[in-house]
């Protein structure tokens, strides 16, 4: 479908932003003419000059985003659009200029005494950029000279060269084959492949599993040595800039302790059980021994949500009414005023998110909305992502406004537990009742179980190279293996092709990010329980984390909503909602 077919209502109101190109190119022109930083450089040992040089750069930042989001979002309503990829060009470039022009400040400030940072630190005329003097404090001894962050700056793009290398194979050049399915040629690529795990006949699933792995089998070799020169440029970094190890350094920029990390993988331990017996009821629903192909597969048939997008949007609307009234107007704003992209057309990138500025009126969601359930939950999900920024921009100021990754995921998780709790205790139909069971137990499954498995597969990755050693594909194989087998049990049999799942994960080119969606989903479980229980204080709590952008440490701003990572019986509370939910399925099967 072209996209002049679609409503407008349907459509982003990015006429907001900018009225036209035209536009665009003029401020954009004005912007680039205002950037000059370097009258600030060597004079930063004065706390006037300190905060006229913050006081810019959030300024001429906070326009500049503005610019790429317009840029971007162009893009993403159609990508063969010759004008919008113009506009990437341009806004590029003034990014290029505006990172060159500001690369001395921290190297500056980090090289002044500590005395002098604390007196920053505590200067009134300074409190607005507390939080950015404090990290410079903190990163102190990781930071280089002027001179050396300057060439490490110039290797941006050798360094990031790794995960373009994974995507390009990954994109472009997998020989991706074709299987016969219902009597039609169909090639397995990563989108059909997920749809063909969740195809109903086993021998379908069977054939799309191994045809999709022997292609990332062919090109093994190479993607080993793409990854070990990945996992070896975050050693490099690690060693140059004195961290003790990729996982400090990894969680240090997110302000979180490794204790949270090596907690999360110790703590999933404890709850695997819960997991094996999942999947032998599984195995017990469908009849047969399970194969790592038989995990996807729905376990109830003719019971997906499939429903417009009004209907969906009301429906979403019903499960977040436990937030309030005041949330609700928002959710009917976002709709009124056109901040979400709903339909797919021709050209428009895929999938889903929700992008937000500072000097944006308001967050916007771009959607691809088919008739399924995973859309519905797609819907609350964005929307909370939508929510956590609009209010976090609109209660904190530039400086903090813009919350950390970690906690990125904790809003929209919320959201779609809600939901699902919703549509579960408002079941009349058992086949409906047990299909949404078995996709909150898939969700955690997927998320949090998952996850935390690739997490200590990278981790473990890591360490090979921390101690001075490489790794081969056969023995990155025998530990993603080893790790299957302890996560799912005896009652899947971990088929060889499994061995390199690693080898087809893009996240693992971001080291030590995939353990936040665990963190995430266990976090919204604990709020989403809270607010259900109608716990005193809960939504008010919930609200003022959504509020708080990053003006403290992440696993502190959680404890606002009442969650503590640092605590163990937290983790307990996320098994406990799984368990529960498991029992209930188990009475209906």
């Known amino acids: ?10 459509k982003w109101a990015i006429e907001e932003i900018f009225a036209s190109e035209n536009e665009f190119y003029s401020g954009l022109t004005n912007l680039e003419k205002q950037l000059n930083f370097l009258k600030f450089k060597g004079k930063l040992n004065d706390a006037k000059i300190v905060k006229e040089c913050f006081d810019e750069f959030y300024l001429k930042m906070a326009e500049l985003e503005v610019y790429a989001v317009y840029a971007m979002m162009k893009k993403d309503e159609d990508a063969s659009n010759p004008s919008a990829i113009k506009l990437e060009g341009a806004i590029s470039d003034v990014e290029i200029k505006f990172s060159m022009q500001v690369s001395f400040i921290e190297p500056e400030l980090t090289s002044l005494s500590s005395e002098k940072l604390e007196e920053y630190l505590n200067d009134k005329s300074l409190s607005l950029y507390k939080n950015d003097i404090k990290k410079i404090i903190d990163s102190k001894p990781h930071v280089l000279s002027e001179e050396v962050e300057s060439v490490l700056a110039q290797g941006g793009k050798i360094f990031g060269g790794f995960k373009k290398i994974f995507g390009l194979i990954d994109d472009v050049d997998l020989d991706y084959p074709t299987i016969l399915v219902d009597g039609e040629r169909v090639k397995i690529t990563g989108s059909t492949y997920s749809l063909m795990l969740q195809h109903p006949n086993r021998e379908v699933r069977k054939k799309a599993f191994k045809a999709y792995y022997k292609a990332y089998n062919k090109v093994l070799n190479t993607i080993t040595a793409v990854y070990q020169g990945n996992v070896d440029k975050n050693v490099f970094f690690t060693k140059v800039r004195k961290y003790k190890s990729c996982l400090d350094r990894a969680l240090f920029s997110e302000e979180v302790d490794n204790e949270v990390y090596l907690n999360l993988i110790d703590t999933v331990h404890t709850a695997l059980p819960i997991l094996h017996r999942y999947v032998k009821d599984r195995k017990v629903v469908l009849g047969h021994d399970i194969n790592m192909y038989d995990l996807y597969v729905p376990l109830v048939e003719n019971a997906d949500l499939k429903l417009d997008f009004e209907d969906a949007f009301n ?26 992209d709903v339909y797919e057309n021709d050209g428009k990138r895929s999938g889903a998110y929700s992008v937000s500025v500072y000097n944006l009126k308001h967050p916007y969601v771009l959607l691809n909305h088919t008739k399924t359930t995973h859309s519905v939950f797609t819907i609350a999900h964005e929307l909370g992502h939508a929510m956590h920024s609009y209010m976090s921009n609109n209660y904190q100021p530039v400086t903090t406004a813009d919350y950390k990754i970690f906690v990125a995921e904790v809003a929209s998780t919320v959201n779609e537990v809600l939901l699902i709790k919703h549509l579960i205790n408002t079941a009349t139909d058992v086949n409906v009742k047990k299909y949404l069971l078995s996709y909150y137990l898939d969700t955690i499954r997927t998320t949090l179980f998952r996850q935390t498995m690739f997490a200590e597969f990278e981790h473990k990755a890591h360490q090979i190279v921390e101690k001075g050693g490489s790794f081969t594909k056969e023995e990155l194989n025998k530990i993603y293996l080893k790790l299957n087998k302890f996560y799912y049990g005896k009652d899947v049999k971990s088929d060889k092709e499994i061995s390199y799942e690693w080898a087809r994960i893009p996240h693992f080119y971001s080291a030590f990010y995939v353990y936040k969606y665990a963190t995430g989903i266990i976090s919204a479980i604990a709020i989403a329980e809270r607010i259900l229980s109608k716990e005193k204080g809960a939504v008010e709590d919930y609200f003022k984390f ?44």
């Open 1 to 10: 479908m072209k996209r002049s077919q679609i409503d407008n209502k349907y």
């Open 315 to 340: 429906l979403v609307k019903e499960g977040l009414k436990p937030l309030g009234e005041d949330y609700l107007k928002l959710l009917d704003r976002a709709k009124e005023e056109r901040w979400m």
């Open 546 to 589: 959504l509020s708080s952008g990053s003006s403290d440490k992440p696993v502190e701003l959680l404890k606002i909503a009442g969650v503590d990572l640092t605590d163990v019986n937290t983790y307990k509370r996320a098994f406990n909602s799984f368990e529960n939910a498991l029992i209930e399925f188990e009475k209906l099967i």
